[in-house]
């Protein structure tokens, strides 16, 4: 019987997929942490403008910034698979 010989699991093929990887998902990422920030300080900004005693706009926005951020990262997602 002959044994098949593995590949070596560090090869430059795999390095390099990996950081590909590790690239696309850091992305994304930083992606989701702009979205739910600029939203939010929106939503900040929003409720000093109109001078609200509870700050509903940043509430929304906050909330706003986390389904408009998952609803990117999974499209992006789902697209490139």
Known sequence: MKKNKKEPINTLENRKKQTSSIAKYSGLAFQMIAIILLILFGGIK???????DFPLFTFLGAIMGVV???YFVLKDLLKKK
């Open 46 to 52: 929003l409720d000093e403008f109109l001078e609200r």
């Open 68 to 70: 408009l951020a998952l």
